[in-house]
């Protein structure tokens, strides 16, 4: 019986010497229920219990390596099929891939939110007024009455004699401070329209960002401290501001503001013609006479307010030469943003 | 305002300070500068040469060599084509290496083998016209002696000789500064900004005539509209020589930018120029009734500028009139029928001021802008009017153009006032944010020409600054000089804090911006504004409530005439544009207003709209348009929104349209536009479009949100088909099996099948059905009970049969 079972033991090691060896046949074929292994161990109830209990050891030592023989091929067969498998698998990874396409903001809105974001952080809150407006807020309130001469700069489409397209943000100013008690601090973006026949830097319609700040003790200081953060905000922390006096009817004293131009720093290049500064905003203090229109008392309260063109910013940010492009949604120019 | 560097030199002397640097600082001190340039800069090696003696070229039958005396040792010998020459002539010589207008450089050298050592100038090569150099010709050489010239020395520079060499800046004036809107303005603030001293020019009142002539001899004048003039001043020149004028004038003209004519015309431009006070000069002989009356103009009145151009005035308009006609318009232009002419022989010089509203309206209405026009309708200063006046009649006697007839006209019934103003170092302080002393604000005033009182604490306006009225302004006037960049930048700290937050509709629309291009949309900005006939394009009948919309009066162009009240229009330019450039396969929306009337004298209404587009090669994008427009409800958290077909919305398909409602509010409309649209718009395949409105669809918003817990109990799903008439809807079957019984979770349509087996007319659609209750597991029993009862629902209600 020993010999039978070296001999079973060589035959099956030999078996599963291959790795390609079908190990569910060896499997049944050494150690099923009708198994030669199995028969073996049949015949051991003839033996005497000394030699039962040897054979017996022996019969499991067998059993076990051809077990583990089994087990081991099995998992080196499994490695191997997926192996095959991924091999087979392989993609051209680069094939477009599929289906999935994803929009795009407007930069207009893109540099609105922007805008809004840095004035929110500032404590701003962002107020909308109507587009079709009296003349009253977009000019008499602000300090511009009938037949002066500041409307000839911004050429009105009328509806009625009292009714037009407000030519600038500015009179949502006027109608926040109708209804609020200071503090004030707000912004507010929007469209405007002016009578400019389309080229590529005008457009009868574009948008504008109104900022307006009404407390006690606000200084021009002020002004120019908000104005400088924003423009680091927006431009860049080297960014730096030059105000210039101006006039405006609505602010008094009036400054236009320019910041550093932010591709060269102000060395002077192609965006900025050589100048190191780009004009981008008018500012000043809110006139007396405003405030007063909007039932503020100017003696005890003052304030600043500034506005800025978005397209303007719009086209120097993204390097854009023709305003015309943003109107015409051409999906070419929209996929860049 | 065109300012002539030399013209400046003669009241301040900047002439140490680079002319960039001029710019720079007037530019920081409120004068800004648009640009500069400077006149005659190419021109040099341009001499006065007289002609000794001509000789026929020997090879050139056209030409002439010419001996010159240039004030050198030898004559110079110069090759000419010109035919106006002549021994004796005094002429310009461009000499070897010259420079001439255009940049022509000027060289020696041999011509049909005979030298020319330079060149003989017309007017156009020095940069000349003949406005500039009257009684100079065109097309031939220069002659100074034509043109009162003939006694520069031989040898002289005629660039340096005859002033052709100036530095013009250009500034932009803000209409609140007229004064500056003149050469003593500007010199005023150049001397405080350079801190130079400024002399103006004495003027020299007029020597009275021997023959005790009087002004009263010729006219009379009557403002018999005194609100519209506040000033007419008026006097009268005889024995009138109408001449060009002297060079040093016609340069300092042409250096500004005006034209000269004659030397009456030409002293009432210097004059405008130099006071910024418009003048004008009538011919005495064309005043009829030797009277001058300021009047409003007779509704429908006649009246022919000077410039050729008939008007037709109306009462609003103030004109200057004689007995019997308007000789000019006041503050606009003169009248034809009273224009200095050559046979002048007696004039009129007015000076006057009106109503800066009433000029400018004026102007605007007869779309006739001027040099006078622009400077009145930003106010002029009464008191400005009579020094001009008195700088006329120097000027005539200056030039000897005539004789100043005694006395002056002078209507001025209401003397302007002087304004006093409290001056207050700490108030101007604390609002801009610098420490200056008094001493320094009332010294910086005072050299813009303010009073200032012994005590520092009160000043006076002058009366050319009416735009300084209020503490702001003297505050902007001190800064200005000041310096803007010296404020130092401060934040609000005598604020009071405030929240810096979006509205919770800011945050809706901003969310459901971010979903859009989430989707893969691309955003769209178009005009708020279209042509009416647009409306025709997007089929809409004649009697469609959206053809009312609010008219633009003065619009540039009927394509930007009536504000919208649809965006779908704009919408279907965007995507024909887009296709007719061979651009595929993009979806498109728009986040924009739209504009409805309410009453002709109340603002419309602007509500909002979300618009949406795309195009596909074929019909098959509706239920994709839909599932965009499930998507957007299902963000906004809209609950039991249904859709509606609808046949009779012009613009789409009649039967692939819907309305989308929440209860019995409208939220929008969407659906396949209709085939006569995507032809008009030079589209092919399908065109789907959305219309929302969005302050509706922000007002059925789930404004909170509750968790609902997640089911505990396992669902059991049954799966049906059904077939049914063509007619019978989704929604409706959907709604019957969900009302069928307590333990219906959902009901979702997962195919629908047309075909023979199912037969004409008829659809077969499949359900897959979720059994659930929340507080146990279903045993089978009580699914089948369900799925009976929901047979027996579809069946009665319907007439749905399980296929």
């Known amino acids: 019986m020993r010999e039978t079972l070296e001999k079973i033991k060589k035959e099956a090691l030999e078996a599963l010497s291959s790795p390609s060896a079908q190990l569910e046949e060896l499997r049944i074929r050494f150690l099923g229920k009708k198994g030669e292994l199995t028969a073996v161990l049949r015949g051991m109830g003839k033996l005497a219990p000394e030699e039962r209990r040897e054979i017996g050891e022996l019969a499991n030592s067998v059993r076990q390596q051809i077990e583990q023989r089994i087990e081991m091929l099995s998992e080196q067969q499994k490695a191997a099929k997926l192996d095959a498998k991924l091999a087979e698998e392989k993609l051209d990874v680069t094939v477009p891939g599929v289906g999935v396409k994803t929009g795009r903001f407007h930069p207009l809105a893109l540099v609105q939110r922007q805008l809004e974001d840095i004035f929110l952080g500032m404590g701003y809150s962002i107020v909308d007024g109507p587009e079709v407006e009296y003349d009253y807020y977009n000019f008499q309130a602000l300090n511009i009455p009938k037949d002066h001469p500041a409307r000839d700069t911004q050429d009105t489409f009328y509806i009625t004699e009292n009714i037009l397209l407000r030519s600038q943000t500015s009179p949502v100013q006027a109608r926040v401070m109708e209804k609020t008690t200071p503090p004030i601090k707000i912004i507010s973006p929007g469209r405007v329209y002016r009578s400019d026949a389309v080229d590529a830097t005008h457009s009868p319609l574009f948008h504008q960002l109104e900022g307006l700040v009404i407390d006690r003790g606000i200084t021009m200081g002020d002004l120019k401290g908000t104005l400088e953060m924003f423009a680091k905000r927006m431009f860049g922390e080297q960014t730096r501001i030059r105000f210039r006096p101006h006039h405006f009817p609505f602010t008094e004293p009036s400054a236009e503001v320019d910041v550093s131009c932010f591709v060269c720093g102000g060395t002077g290049c192609r965006l900025c013609k050589g100048e190191g500064w780009i004009e981008i905003l008018g500012a000043g203090m809110v006139h007396p006479n405003v405030l007063r229109n909007c039932g503020i008392d100017p003696e005890e309260y003052s304030g600043f307010a500034f506005g800025l063109g978005i397209e303007r910013i719009a086209l120097l940010k993204y390097h854009i030469d023709d305003m015309r492009l943003l109107y015409e949604n051409d999906i070419r120019f929209l996929n860049q943003f | ?803």
């Open chain 2, 1 to 803: 305002m065109n300012l002539s560097m030399k013209w400046l030199a003669d009241y301040t002397d900047v002439s140490d300070i680079t002319i960039k640097e001029y710019c720079d600082r007037m530019t920081m001190t409120g004068s800004k500068v648009e640009g500069w340039k400077e006149l005659g800069a190419e021109l040099s090696g341009v001499v006065c040469g007289r002609i000794l003696k001509i000789e026929r070229h020997p090879n050139a039958e056209r030409l002439v060599i010419c001996q010159v005396d240039v004030g050198e040792a030898a004559p110079v010998q110069v090759i000419t084509a010109a035919t106006n020459v002549f021994e004796g002539a005094l002429v310009p010589v461009a000499m070897d290496g010259a420079s001439l207008t255009g940049g022509t450089k000027i060289k020696k050298g041999k011509l049909r083998g005979e030298l020319s050592e330079g060149m003989f100038c017309s007017i156009a090569e020095l940069g000349l016209t003949l406005h500039d150099m009257p009684g100079a010709i065109e097309d031939g050489i220069l002659i100074l002696g034509d043109v009162g010239l003939g006694d520069i020395p031989v040898g002289a520079d005629l660039v340096q000789e005859l002033g052709l060499r100036d530095i013009v800046v250009e500034f932009e004036i803000t209409s609140n500064r007229p004064d500056c809107l003149s050469v003593l303005g500007l010199a005023r603030e150049s001397a405080v900004t350079f801190s130079k001293p400024l002399t103006l020019p004495p003027v020299k009142k007029p020597s009275p005539s021997a023959d005790g002539d009087s002004i009263g001899n010729y006219l009379k004048v009557t403002v018999a509209n005194t609100e519209k003039c506040y000033r007419y001043a008026a006097r009268v020149i005889k024995n009138v020589k109408i001449a060009p004028s002297p060079l040093w004038l016609r340069m300092k003209l042409r250096a500004s930018g005006v034209r000269p004519i004659n030397n009456i015309v030409d002293i009432t431009n210097f004059v405008m120029l130099e006071y910024g006070q418009p003048m004008h000069a009538f011919d005495y002989k064309c005043i009829d009734g030797s009277e001058i009356v300021v009047r409003s103009a007779g509704d429908g009145e006649q009246f022919v500028s000077l410039d050729s151009i008939p008007h037709t005035l109306d009462s609003s308009m103030l004109v200057i009139a004689d007995a019997k006609k308007a000789v000019a318009l006041a503050g606009v232009m003169g009248g034809e029928n009273s224009e200095i002419t050559d046979s002048t022989a007696t004039v009129v010089f007015e000076s006057a001021t009106f109503h800066p509203g009433s000029v400018r309206l004026a102007a605007k209405k007869l779309g006739m802008r001027t040099e006078s026009s622009s400077r009145f309708e930003k106010g002029l200063d009464s008191e400005n009017a009579m020094p001009a006046l008195d700088r006329a009649c120097e000027m005539v006697e200056l030039l000897g153009a005539g004789e100043v007839v005694n006395g002056t006209i002078d209507c001025y019934p209401v003397k302007k006032e002087e304004v006093k103003l409290p001056l207050d170092a700490d108030v101007i302080n604390a609002f801009l944010g610098v420490s200056l002393t008094q001493e320094y604000m009332a010294e910086t005033l005072k050299k813009l020409d303010f009073g200032v009182s012994e005590d520092l604490k009160t000043i006076t306006v002058p009366t050319f600054r009416d735009d300084v009225r209020c503490m702001n302004d003297i505050a902007e006037e001190i800064l200005r000089m000041y310096g803007y960049d010296k404020i130092q930048s401060t934040l609000s700290q005598k604020a009071r804090p405030t929240l810096g937050a979006r509205t919770e509709r800011q945050n809706f629309d901003n969310n459901l911006h971010d979903m859009l291009v989430g989707m893969g949309m691309n955003e769209i900005e178009t005009f708020s504004f279209i042509s009416p006939s647009w409306y025709d394009k997007i089929r809409l009948s004649p009697d469609d409530s959206r053809r009312n919309c609010v008219v633009i009066s003065n619009p540039l162009g009927e394509d930007t005439s009536v504000m919208r009240t649809t965006t779908l229009p704009s919408m279907l330019k965007t995507l024909g544009d887009n296709y007719s450039v061979k651009n595929r396969d993009f979806k498109l929306f728009e986040m924009s207003k739209v504009y409805l009337p309410t009453t002709s004298d109340k603002l419309p209404e602007e509500p909002a709209r979300l618009t949406l587009g795309f195009h596909t090669p074929k019909n098959d994008g509706f239920y994709l348009m839909k599932g965009y427009v499930e998507a957007i409800l299902d963000l906004a958290g809209v609950k039991g929104a249904s859709f509606r077909s609808v046949s009779t919305e012009p613009t789409f398909h009649p039967g692939r349209c819907a309305e989308i409602y929440v209860g019995n509010t409208k939220l929008g409309v969407f659906g396949e536009a209709h085939p006569a649209v995507i032809d008009t718009y030079g589209l092919d395949g399908g065109v789907y479009l959305a219309e929302i409105a969005t302050d509706a669809l922000y007002e059925v918003r789930r404004a909170a949100i509750v968790y609902a817990p997640i089911p505990k109990h396992p669902a059991i799903e049954r799966d049906f088909s059904f077939v049914c008439d063509e007619a019978v809807e989704a929604a409706t079957v959907a709604s019957a099996i969900l009302s069928s019984g307590t333990l219906v979770e959902s009901a979702s349509l997962f195919d629908i099948y047309r075909g023979p087996q199912i037969g004409a007319g008829k659809k077969s659609m499949s359900y897959a059905v979720m059994l659930r209750a929340s507080d146990r597991t279903l045993t089978d029993a009580e699914a089948d009970e369900a799925v009976s009862a929901i047979l027996a629902a579809l069946e009665t209600k319907l007439g749905v049969k399980l296929r």
